[in-house]
């Protein structure tokens, strides 16, 4: 058994997500992304002293740029295939459901609030409000799906090495 992968929601807990089918960018390996050409050596951060708890803040800081930038380099079609193929599969299999996860979580970055407390066009999902927003947001909504796919290329590589050696995860 492992923790949830997802996304964390209310005090940095994995079990009070708002998105049970995402993973957490802040998982994804920096290492992984230079060596297939999202990021340069020269990216990657000089972490120094790692403590006995997380600083969750600290570590967005420290990560989300560089998600950011790989995210870019990878719709600007720079990449391994592997993570290329990814991206592209996810963009056109499952498209709804994430890009609706992109929408949702933008908008709540948007209102920082909960969703029951966005303006009623929002809330109640106009459809005019809701098409303005995505039209508005196409290249942060395209980031995020980048950036979920650059999390499953690495979960599936460390699943599939897992059960390689016969330990499964599920």
């Known amino acids: 058994q492992i923790l949830p992968l997802v996304p964390p929601g209310s005090g940095w807990?994995?079990?009070s997500t708002w998105a049970s089918l995402l993973g957490n960018a802040l998982l994804?390996?920096?290492e992984d992304l230079v060596m297939n050409e999202l990021l340069v050596d020269n990216d990657l951060p000089n972490i120094g002293t790692i403590g006995k708890y997380v600083d969750y803040d600290a570590s967005i800081s420290l990560k989300k740029p560089?998600?950011?930038?790989?995210?870019c380099a990878?719709?600007?079609?720079?990449?391994?295939?592997?993570?290329?193929?990814?991206?592209?599969?996810?963009k056109l299999s499952n498209n709804s459901w994430v890009?609706?996860?992109?929408?949702?979580?933008?908008l709540e970055l948007e209102f920082g609030q909960s969703w029951?407390?966005?303006?009623?066009?929002?809330?109640?999902r106009d459809s005019d409000a809701m098409e303005n927003f995505r039209q508005?947001?196409?290249?942060k909504i395209e980031m995020f799906i980048?950036?979920?796919?650059?999390?499953y290329v690495q979960w599936n590589l460390l699943k599939n090495f897992a059960n390689s050696k016969g330990i499964n995860l599920i």
């Open 74 to 90: 990878l719709i600007a079609g720079r990449g391994s295939h592997t993570y290329l193929s990814a991206f592209s599969s996810l």
């Open 28 to 30: 994804i390996s920096l």
């Open 136 to 139: 508005k947001n196409a290249y």
């Open 116 to 124: 029951w407390k966005w303006p009623d066009a929002y809330r109640w």
């Open 13 to 15: 807990s994995p079990y």
């Open 99 to 106: 890009q609706e996860a992109a929408v949702f979580h933008l």
């Open 66 to 71: 560089l998600l950011d930038k790989a995210a």
């Open 146 to 151: 980048a950036q979920q796919s650059m999390f």
